[in-house]
């Protein structure tokens, strides 16, 4: 059974700092490029990093360069989202999934919330 579990949220001041988890089982995580996805309230779910299998290549959307960083360790089976300068415009839902270019899609998690706000 494919069980992706978030956490690591929280509520921080705007110019904070959050450090996100997401913990896989239930398939062979190593081989998948992975991603962090956001929604907030009222919105549709964005993409917001994506990282290969190997953890060499990654990407991120323009709303959070700079200030986001993923990471993975395959031995631990569990993907990072390093979060700095957060603003009040991070405030979300944040959610692990495999990336958008596998051309599928795994059960959603529980998600774990973000809030920026002072």
């Known amino acids: 059974q494919v069980q992706l579990v978030e956490s690591g949220g929280g509520q921080v001041q705007p110019g904070g700092s959050l450090r996100l988890s997401c913990t896989a089982s239930?398939?062979?995580?190593?081989?998948?490029?992975m991603s962090w996805y956001r929604q907030a309230p009222g919105q549709g779910r964005e993409l917001v990093a994506t990282?290969?299998?190997?953890?060499?290549?990654?990407n991120y959307a323009d709303f959070v360069k700079g200030r986001f960083t993923i990471s993975r360790d395959n031995a631990k089976i569990t993907l990072y989202l390093e979060m700095n300068s957060l603003k009040p415009e991070d405030t979300a839902m944040y959610y692990c999934?495999?990336?958008?270019?596998?051309?599928?899609?795994?059960?959603w998690g529980q998600g774990t919330q973000v809030t920026v706000s002072s």
């Open positions: 999934n495999v990336s958008p270019s596998t051309g599928t899609r795994l059960d």
């Open positions: 239930g398939f062979v995580f190593r081989i998948y490029t």
């Open positions: 990282i290969t299998s190997c953890g060499s290549t990654t």
